[in-house]
Nanobody, 122 residues
């Protein structure tokens, strides 16, 4: 009965910033690993950034130095801080979270958010 919801998308000018949030709720013990993905019409889904339960991060080359993935375990939330946004970053951004349930059986379950639109244009 866990749920993942993204928020924070919008429209910005090149060079602007946005902070996306991925909040997990329901019967949850914690989020294990999580990642942000993005997809543009006519293009396959792209892995943007990942974060492990221990806080280790990885980024796609296209966003290194500009995006930062982080987490707040107390809030069961994962963030994506996006700086120096460029038109090429325009996409629907999706969060994927591995959730440890608070009820048995205690097995990881992969949840996707509904997506949030990010548009970067002049």
């Amino acid at each position: 009965q866990a749920q993942v919801v993204e928020s924070g998308g919008g429209s910005v000018q090149p060079g602007g910033s946005l902070r996306l949030s991925c909040a997990a709720s329901g019967s949850i013990l914690s989020i294990n690993a999580a990642g942000w993905y993005r997809q543009v019409p006519g293009k396959q889904r792209e892995l943007v950034a990942t974060i492990t339960s221990g806080g280790s991060t990885n980024y796609a080359d296209s966003v290194k130095g500009r995006f930062t993935i982080s987490r707040d375990n107390a809030k069961n939330t994962v963030y994506l801080q996006m700086n120096s946004l460029q038109p090429e970053d325009t996409a629907v951004y999706y969060c994927n979270a591995e959730v440890i349930p608070g009820t048995p059986p205690f097995r990881l379950h992969d949840y996707w958010g509904q997506g949030t639109q990010v548009t970067v244009s002049s």
